[in-house]
């Protein structure tokens, strides 16, 4: 592995997640092939800023949107911060680099019928698959869990008299979230079924696929975007959009900032606002309808 060295420092000091890791590492290995087959050299830890600024109007050329763009400059700005803090160049070759300036991403949450909706397509069967699946739609709505998070999941996380689960979040941070009722309720009925299927090589992780394997992102994904392409008309149908209206819908009830930033596992405040506006927009529908100079 060409950069072993920067993901031993990714892991172990920095405690980043695999997918975190790859997508560092993808983007590193991208930029050395661009760089062996324009400058007929793919070692990239002694190149000058010039030669990532072709890189970048290449990639802008080919379509690839700025967002993009900038999250691959993000994995080269971490690669050669590591390089200087190793001693292996002095001058950073991003110093003075300017990200690309992006729109911003509008995402649009469920609302509280469509949830109705999909909660009421379910599958009343009382079988493996159909358990699992209900139990993974209202854990990501019921706790704001990411989707890796429960993926990752296993079954000595939860607390069932405490009615709580551990969950292992970015940089390997713990957070504790409540079970509301009427998951433990489906995770009951779920484990149930789960110990016909699971086995020596299951891992004692949480959900499982049917074949007693754990469960992947794009089936998660798969099982999300499916349920949800029958109850709602909005283009991302995914798990972080449900972890979205999990958000969303406890602060347009009142939820406390603080307390909703400490249930998604957030570090900082300013990443749970994004989730305000709208809660402010549901506010500001609420005040219009009930004001008595509006009427």
Not at 19 to 47: K, P, R
Not at 52 to 79: D, F
Not at 204 to 233: D, M
Request: charged letters at 25%; one cysteine or more.
């Amino acid at each position: 592995m060409p950069f072993k060295k920067f993901h031993d420092y990714l892991a172990l000091e920095k405690n980043y997640s695999v997918h975190t890791i790859t997508a560092y590492l993808n983007d590193l290995e991208e930029f050395s092939s661009y760089c062996s087959e324009a400058f007929g050299e793919g070692v990239i830890d002694m190149v000058n800023y010039s030669q990532i600024r072709s890189w970048i109007i290449e990639l802008v050329e080919r379509g690839v949107a700025n967002r993009s763009v900038n999250r691959k400059i993000s994995s080269l700005k971490a690669y050669y911060k590591f390089l200087i803090k190793v001693g292996v160049i002095e001058v950073h070759p991003l110093a003075k680099h300017r990200a690309l300036k992006t729109s911003k991403k509008v995402e649009v949450p469920f609302s509280e019928q469509e949830m109705m909706k999909v909660f009421e397509s379910l599958s009343p069967e009382d079988t493996f698959e159909a358990t699992r699946d209900r139990l993974m739609i209202e854990l990501f709505y019921g706790t704001g869990i990411r989707r890796a998070e429960l993926i990752n999941l296993k079954e000595g996380d939860l607390d069932l008299s405490g009615k709580t689960i551990k969950v292992l979040g970015k940089r390997n941070k713990e957070r504790y979230v409540p079970l509301l009722p009427f998951v433990e309720d489906s995770l009951q009925r779920y484990l149930r079924h789960k110990r016909v299927v699971e086995h020596s090589d299951s891992g004692g992780f949480l959900f499982l696929l049917k074949s007693g394997y754990k469960v992947y992102e794009t089936f998660v994904y798969r099982v999300i975007n499916n349920y949800f392409s029958k109850a709602s008309t909005k283009v991302k149908k995914s798990p972080h959009i449900l972890r979205h209206t999990f958000a969303t819908h406890l602060l347009n009830k009142g939820a406390d900032l603080n307390a909703v930033k400490e249930l998604l596992g957030h570090s900082s405040l300013a990443s749970t606002q994004v989730y305000t506006h709208n809660s402010i927009e549901e506010l500001k529908r609420a005040y219009g309808k009930a004001h008595p100079r509006n009427n």
